[in-house]
Nanobody
Framework: QVQLVESGGGLVQPGGSLRLSCSAS????????IGWFRQAPGQEREGVSC????????YYADSVKGRFTISRDNAKNTVYLQMNSLKPEDTAVYYC??????????????????????????WGQGTQVTVSS
């Protein structure tokens, strides 16, 4: 049973930084995608950043490029999202999600629309990030 647990959210002033963590358990896949989504009140869930495990490629939504960095620590089964230069519009609940093991076909399908939440099978409970003065 795959479980994802996010932590690190909180209240921060504009221009500040936060680092989110996503701890994965029950995870034995070696070819998967894992990433971060966010959802603000009244808005749809949107992709923020993700990475592909096998090649290590990372991807970012245009709205966070140059400000957010995704990384992983395989020894700790943890994925991080370093968020710098935060803006009020970054306020949302942030979710960690993973596809689980990807077959070659599923990998191709995921790569055609990695920001589609339906491509991800496992989700964490979310952590609130509030950017406000």
């Amino acid at each position: 049973q795959v479980q994802l647990v996010e932590s690190g959210g909180g209240l921060v002033q504009p221009g500040g930084s936060l680092r989110l963590s996503c701890s994965a358990s029950g995870f034995t896949s070696d070819n998967y995608a894992i990433g971060w989504f966010r959802q603000a009140p009244g808005q749809e869930r949107e992709g923020v950043s993700c990475l592909s495990s096998r090649d290590g490629n990372t991807y970012y939504a245009d709205s966070v490029k140059g400000r957010f960095t995704i990384s992983r620590d395989n020894a700790k089964n943890t994925v991080y999202l370093q968020m710098n230069s935060l803006k009020p519009e970054d306020t949302a609940v942030y979710y960690c999600a993973t596809t689980g093991q990807l077959s070659p076909f599923a990998k191709m399908r995921w790569s055609t629309n990695m920001w589609n939440p339906t491509r991800y099978d496992y989700w964490g409970q979310g952590t609130q990030v509030t950017v406000s003065s």
